[in-house]
Antibody, heavy 120, light 107 residues
Framework: QITLKESGPTLVRPTETLTLTCSFS??????????VAWIRQPPGKALEWLAF???????RYSPSLRSRLAISKDTSKNQVVLKMNNMDPEDTGTYFC????????????WGQGTLVTISS | YELTQPPSVSVAPGTTARITCGGD??????VHWYQQKPGQAPLLVIY???DRPSGIPDRFSGSNSGNTATLTINTVDAGDEADYYC???????????FGGGTKLTVL
């Protein structure tokens, strides 16, 4: 069974860098076709895809946030890390990590999400 | 690439809910649908064209043609009340796109 769980700070100051970790089990990011994504949701608003990383370290980023994002993986720890710099109050929201269906583009398993507030 | 959903849909229990997702030539893409209840993570309910993950009842179905994809929920009950999001892969730009979400209210 695939499970994912996000961890990281709940409060970040404006202009700081957010670092989030997705810890997962039930699959390996060494397996061909495997990928993990990050998606966020401001309070009361829609889902917004941020990035994903493939088993072969290929990466894709949201065009609107590309310059602020960096995604990486540690296959030995079964973790994916997302860094987002220059945080702004508008970045406040729940951040989810999710498993991409193998060699496909839908998200079949999601973490519970972690709420991040940007405030001074 | 943009996906347009109506902000809200309201139906009576036992009837059929149809939630649309509009996009340019969306009929040429695979559209995936998620259900999200308050305080919960999204749940995949339809993927690829009209496939349902294990555990999703066959009351949920998807269709897609032209510029509109539709999620249909038959015999709606109070447990279906949630936000629903459509999602596609924009292959020309290599990125994921979500619709703005539709709040389904069961009257």
């Amino acid at each position: 069974q695939i499970t994912l769980k996000e961890s990281g700070p709940t409060l970040v100051r404006p202009t700081e860098t957010l670092t989030l970790t997705c810890s997962f089990s039930g699959f390996s990011l060494n397996s061909i076709g495997a990928a993990v994504a990050w998606i966020r949701q401001p309070p009361g608003k829609a889902l917004e895809w941020l990035a994903f990383i493939y088993w072969d370290d290929d990466k894709r980023y949201s065009p609107s946030l590309r310059s602020r994002l960096a995604i990486s993986k540690d296959t030995s720890k079964n973790q994916v890390v997302l860094k987002m710099n220059n945080m702004d109050p508008e970045d406040t929201g729940t951040y989810f990590c999710a498993h991409l269906a193998v060699s496909a583009y839908w998200f079949d398993f999601w973490g519970q999400g972690t709420l991040v507030t940007i405030s001074s | 690439y943009e996906l347009t959903q109506p902000p809200s849909v309201s139906v009576a229990p036992g009837t059929t809910a149809r939630i649309t997702c509009g996009g340019d030539k969306i009929g040429t893409k695979s559209v995936h649908w998620y259900q999200q209840k308050p305080g919960q993570a999204p749940l995949l309910v339809i993927y690829y064209r009209d496939d349902r993950p294990s555990g999703i009842p066959d009351r949920f179905s998807g269709s897609n043609s032209g510029n509109t994809a539709t999620l249909t929920i038959n015999t709606v009950d109070a447990g279906d009340e949630a936000d629903y999001y459509c999602q596609v892969w924009d292959s020309s730009n290599s990125h994921v796109v979500f619709g703005g979400g539709t709040k389904l209210t069961v009257l």
